[in-house]
């Protein structure tokens, strides 16, 4: 039997830890491990045509699955262009393993042809980043790294140079074991005595939630029921805590709307549930507040607190809501209930105001017909820009879907890419690509990823010939708009010459016939919607300070009108409302 080498024993570990796939683009120092993967059962390579697009597509794999997910990039060039997908799935706490392989050993400091540093070069989007300089050390340096990716959520980089990939394994290199999970975190007493103490103290407890509260969804709604609690969210904690939810007032933020704007600061008791909101003028700065979370590096650092409980959500809560007292006083509840649905009656109606006939369509129509289309279990992948005003406003949760999306990174580009990588995780999912034309154009090149593999990722595109949030910052600014303006070509007839499904709408009549025959496409399949650039409204809570900056100047001015079925739940949660 031929004796294995570092490449195949590389290949090995991944599988065992679990990794199905890896996704990259071939390449001479990347070759050996390639081909290892050829020869290797339970382990694919995914080609697609860029390897910013193998980033986000691990990425999103990783935050489908909640396990380790890997991508790949050759020597110089090639591993470069993953660092704008491992920033973001880094951002977002996703757990991605990362080979970027690496010139000749003996050559590294001489200035060999496409010599990078990446040891160097990704440290800053990673939890560890390091460099194989022998045989002997690669299965311990790739349990490492292993290890800090699943271990603390993020980004691991190794560097293998392709020569050591060729080099032969040691032999009785022993299996060490890989981290499986990462554990539950409870708060010290200490600190579940102080949070107790203070929310029986307080007349009027508001909830803004994040993402941390995945998997608490059920631990939050008991505790807003036992303390009388108006529940906000923000972005990235809509899909796991807005849906069932009888005391959602919305979201806070650039993107917001309802009632959680007023919520979080007419409370006297603020608690921060597993979120790291990033715009502090939208926090308030007059009353008490509280975070939980289970990364302590990030207590504190967007407003000052009252009190820090390092801890998850879900323990947290687990531990509190025995001690603390109900309370029974539901004044301040049912009035952010109430202001809540008074909002979005008043912003509903620009968006059903003659919008069948409103050409170009209106962007938000497109949304709304999109929400109710989509399957229940549907995954929305997301474009950053104008399409994350359409998710966050019309895209209903339901503890089944998911959305994902550039959402702490930011990056043009990445719904396409992302779809890819939620699509391969299972293939009778449907998986939605809301794409705006500056981020579909700029990867488009990975469309044919879709085409080569026949992935049945849908793309509704929406396709309004502008930057359009640049274009906002710019207004905001007092500037004129200047190089915001695309000279589009019609995609639908580009997707039909690459052989997928393709079809172009301009009237809104036409959407949902485009939509349920894209939908029923057994293979990739674009709707290319032509939609109108011109859809501005001030939103309801905007101050100097949160204009200043480049993304608080993008939330002056938000689409207008309109938040499909939000408004339907706020008016159900009324009836929790007690009338006089």
Not at 30 to 39: E, H
Request: with cysteine; proline share 6%.
């Amino acid at each position: 039997m031929a004796k294995k080498n570092v490449a195949e024993q590389f290949v090995d570990i991944l599988v065992r830890t679990g990794v199905q796939r890896l996704y990259g683009v071939v390449g001479d120092s990347l070759n050996p491990v390639v081909d290892a993967i050829r020869r290797t059962p339970g382990i694919d390579w995914i080609q697609v045509r860029h390897e910013e697009a193998a980033a986000f597509a691990a990425g999103a794999e990783a935050q489908i699955t909640g396990r380790l997910a890997a991508c790949a990039g050759s020597c110089g060039p090639g591993n470069l262009h993953l660092i704008n997908g491992l920033y973001d799935a880094h951002r977002s706490m996703a757990p991605v393993l990362a080979l970027a392989s690496h010139i000749p050993a003996a050559e590294i400091g001489l200035g060999f042809f496409q010599e990078t540093h990446p040891d160097r070069l990704f440290s800053e989007c990673s939890h560890y980043s390091e460099l194989v300089s022998s045989p002997r050390q690669m299965p311990r340096l790739l349990q490492t790294a292993i290890q800090h990716a699943v271990g603390q959520g993020g980004v691991s980089v190794v560097s293998l140079p392709g020569d050591i990939a060729s080099e032969p394994a040691p032999e009785k290199t022993a299996q060490s074991a890989l981290v499986p999970s990462r554990p539950s975190v409870r708060p010290g007493d200490g600190e579940i005595e102080a949070l107790v103490r203070m929310i029986d103290e307080a007349d009027r407890v508001t909830l803004f939630c994040g993402s941390g509260t995945a998997g608490a969804h059920a631990e939050v709604m008991q505790f807003a029921e036992r303390v009388k609690s108006p529940v906000g969210h923000a972005l990235r904690g809509k899909e796991w805590i807005q849906y069932d939810n009888p005391f959602d007032v919305g979201m806070s933020g650039l993107l917001g709307y309802g009632a959680a704007y007023e919520a979080t600061h007419e409370c006297d008791l603020l608690i921060l549930l597993g979120t790291d909101f990033p715009y502090r003028a939208f926090l308030p700065d007059d009353v008490k507040i509280v975070q939980v979370d289970v990364r302590p590096e990030r207590l504190g650092r967007r407003s000052r607190l009252d009190l820090a409980v390092w801890g998850d959500v879900r323990e947290t809560l687990r531990c509190i809501i025995p001690r603390v007292r109900a309370k029974t006083d539901r004044r301040f509840l049912d009035k952010m209930l109430k202001k809540h649905a008074d909002a979005l009656e008043g912003v509903v109606k620009a968006y059903t105001r003659k919008v069948e006939k409103h050409r170009p369509i209106h962007p938000e129509y497109v949304a709304s017909v999109l929400d109710e289309l989509a399957d229940d279990d549907a995954v929305f992948t997301v474009d950053t820009g104008m399409c994350n005003v359409w998710a966050a406003r019309y895209i209903s949760p339901n503890g089944r879907r998911r959305i994902i999306g550039s959402f702490s990174h930011g990056s043009m580009a990445n719904a396409l890419p992302q779809a890819i990588g939620a699509q391969f995780t299972d293939r009778g999912r449907q998986v939605i690509s809301m794409s705006g034309d500056g981020g579909f154009a700029m990867l488009m090149g990975d469309f044919l990823t879709l085409v080569q593999y026949d992935l049945p990722v849908k793309i509704v595109l929406f396709d309004n010939s502008s930057l359009g949030m640049v274009e906002l910052e710019m207004l905001v600014a007092g500037l004129p708009s200047y190089g915001t303006t695309n000279r589009n070509p019609d995609f639908a007839a580009i997707a039909r010459a690459a052989g997928a499904y393709g079809v172009r709408v301009e009237k809104p009549r036409q959407l949902a016939g485009a939509l349920k025959d894209a939908f029923k496409h057994k293979g990739p399949a674009l709707v290319d919607v032509v939609t109108d650039p011109n859809a501005l409204s001030i939103p309801p809570k905007i101050s100097a300070e949160m204009v200043s900056g480049f993304a608080l100047s993008a939330g002056k001015i938000v689409l207008d009108g309109g938040v499909g079925r939000m408004l339907q739940m706020a008016r159900s949660n009324l009836r929790n409302v007690p009338r006089p």
